[in-house]
């Protein structure tokens, strides 16, 4: 079945480690996101990508980083300087915008700095 | 800018009610999609129904349906005959279907959260 799959469920980063939460589609989509959730709130965008090799910064892209080396995988890394990175991470996946679809998303990764 | 809001950021209904979550949005556009997505407690945000702008007829997906107000640009959804599972966070999001530049992602509300009483 295709999907979206995030991995891991939940990771702990201890004080200026960086992580890397991953995120892997099979769904031939071009674009990729991410976004973060705090509790209780809505979604911030982080980054997203439309194309293989290339990718914008969202709205909170700072202390984070990305890559887009293969269409299927849009990892995503919080780095020692995202002050704080406790949160919910989703990650998301569309065909082109005339298609008139939504997002795909994975099932999250709830990241904790310990 | 296009932007999306949801005045409700709680709503309260009886098992086997019908509740109205209110959406409305900004745009310049006359051809966008709209959205209605549920996130429930586990987190997995799941597609409850679409709306393409150029439709006029509001989109049902069996208990649910929208009221879509073109003119007055507001996405409301209804579910009918509530049941225990739809307790959720409801967030309304609108996609401009224009390809290409930084105007064409889903732009999400701060969301509705649903609370069903038994």
């Known amino acids: 079945d295709g999907g979206i799959t995030q991995s891991p469920k939940y990771l702990f980063r201890k004080e200026g480690q960086n992580v890397t939460l991953s995120c892997e589609q099979n769904?031939?989509?071009?674009?990729m996101y991410w976004y973060r959730q705090d509790p209780g709130q809505g979604l911030r965008l982080i980054y997203y990508?439309?194309?293989?090799?290339?990718?914008q910064k969202g709205d909170i892209a700072e202390g984070y980083s990305v890559s887009r080396e293969k269409k299927e995988s849009f990892p995503l890394t919080v780095t020692s300087a995202q002050k704080n990175p406790t949160a919910f991470y989703l990650c998301?996946?569309?065909?082109?915008?005339?298609?008139?679809?939504?997002?795909?998303f994975g099932s999250g990764t709830r990241l904790t700095v310990v | 800018a296009q932007t999306v809001t949801q005045s409700q950021p709680e709503m309260s209904v009886q098992e086997a009610e019908t509740v109205t979550l209110s959406c409305t949005y900004d745009?310049?556009?006359?051809?966008?999609?709209l959205f209605w997505y549920k996130q429930p407690p586990s987190r997995q945000m799941i597609l409850v129904i679409r709306?393409?702008?150029?439709?006029?007829q509001n989109a049902t997906e069996n208990r649910f349906s929208v009221n879509f107000q073109k003119a007055a640009k507001s996405f409301s959804l209804k579910i009918s005959d509530s049941q225990l599972g739809d307790a959720a966070m409801y967030f309304c999001?609108?996609?401009?279907?224009?390809?290409?530049?930084?105007?064409?992602?889903?732009?999400f509300g701060t969301g509705t959260l649903l609370a069903v009483q038994p």
């Open positions: 998301a996946s569309s065909t082109r915008p005339r298609d008139g679809y939504g997002y795909t």
């Open positions: 709306q393409e702008a150029y439709k006029q």
């Open positions: 769904l031939n989509h071009d674009a």
């Open positions: 990508s439309q194309i293989v090799n290339d990718f």
């Open positions: 999001a609108y996609r401009n279907p224009n390809y290409g530049g930084a105007t064409n992602k889903l732009i």
């Open positions: 745009t310049s556009e006359s051809d966008y999609y």
